[in-house]
């Protein structure tokens, strides 16, 4: 799921694009702020996302200082401008925005700028990097079965073998978080990537590749929950019995 903020006192505008994102098929998180202070202390509490709407005429801060704060701050989100006033094009391209959008918005453009976001954003997602030895490299999501922790490494557990290097699984679960991949973290131990789970059950999972792991105790209700919302919550044949 994508998480998507406006940052624009337009209550209107605010409006039209929660009711966009609504009906939108795409899956994302919709906030919004009317004030740039309020976005960068939104910022400040841990949140970060991944497109930054951005309205140029705000009451103290104006947009383009809002994008340059949040560059600063090591906020890598696309940011869009959104204004009634022409003439920044200039101080856009300094904070590497990825489009300035006119009020009032055209929607049918505002959709083709959507779709160009996410399809960017999808390119970017679809690799793990990690560094050993002065050395980055760069694994397929998709071919990634399970993380593992085992003390300090992280066996990076794929379709085509095993990969390590040291960190905590703890710093891969943030990281992917931020690449809106569906992995689960269903034991202190591993973190598993839903795409390749061939069967679930209460206390343990099956992969593609036969293999079975463990969910701990603490962790059965959120990989419920969260293998649901993977799947969209739809299951054929379901029963009281089926799934706990």
Known sequence: MYRIILCDDDKRLSAQMEYFFKMNPIKVSFETVTEGEELLQRIDEGNEYDIYFIGNMLKKLNGIHIAKELRELGMTGEIVFISGVEGFFTDAFEVDAFRFMKKPLDWKKFRNCVQLLIEKLNVNNKYFYYKKENMISKIPFDSILYFESSRRVINIVTTNGTYSYYDRLDAVEEYIRHK????????????????????????KLYLVNNEFLPISENKRMSTKQEYMNYIDGFVCGITSKAVR
Do not use: D, M, P
């Open 180 to 203: 809106n991949c569906f992995f689960i973290r269903i034991h202190k131990s591993y973190l598993v990537n839903s795409l390749h789970i061939t069967q679930y059950e209460y206390s």
